[in-house]
């Protein structure tokens, strides 16, 4: 099954959008299997991130991401690591479209509030670097009838 790491940034924490973030996903329907506040050492910020460790800004989104507690997620469903994609927003959050989570809660490319995986394969990738084993869970919603026919 398709899964995503979404991640909301020490600026979403600190701002107090960690339940309007969430919200988003859940009501749109996807599944969430692992959620934890979490302070990211900075080994772990950089292999994240390490497609980016050739750019000027990398040491700056190191240092951002690191700045305090994160909330990492991982979420399930058809689709979802697109979808989630859309739900965010484009990078820059001046660019982003109004209703998305980045258009409606964030101004700066380097305080943009949250992360989502890029690739179904970059989705696995992440899971398994931020989350440990038994921290994720299989469950079933009780939802699911009236979410998929
Ligand atoms: P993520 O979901 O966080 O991976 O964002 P993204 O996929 O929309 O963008 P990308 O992977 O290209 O960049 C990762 C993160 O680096 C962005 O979300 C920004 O926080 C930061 N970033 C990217 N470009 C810039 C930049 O030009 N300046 C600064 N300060 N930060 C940048
Ligand atoms: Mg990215």
């Known amino acids: 099954v398709e899964e995503t790491y979404i991640m909301i940034k020490p600026d979403g924490v600190q701002r107090g959008l960690v339940g309007e ?29 390490k497609d980016l460790q050739s750019k000027p800004f990398f040491p ?7 700045s305090g507690p994160v909330v990492c997620m991982a979420w399930e469903g058809v689709g979802v690591v697109a979808s989630a994609r859309k739900l965010i927003g484009v990078t ?5 479209e109004p209703g998305t989570i ?10 943009n509030v949250v992360h989502g995986s890029d690739s179904p394969e970059n ?20 939802q699911e009838p009236w979410l998929k026919e």
């Open 21 to 49: 973030i969430i919200s988003r996903f859940e009501r749109k329907g996807f599944q969430l299997t692992g959620l934890k506040l979490f302070q990211c050492p900075k080994e772990l910020a950089q292999e994240h991130y």
């Open 123 to 142: 989705g696995k990738r992440e899971i398994a670097l931020w989350f440990k084993e038994g921290e994720l869970c299989e469950w079933t919603p009780v």
């Open 102 to 111: 980045r258009g409606d809660l964030a101004v700066q490319t380097g305080r």
């Open 60 to 66: 700056k989104l190191v240092d951002y991401i690191t």
């Open 92 to 96: 820059n959050p001046l660019n982003a």
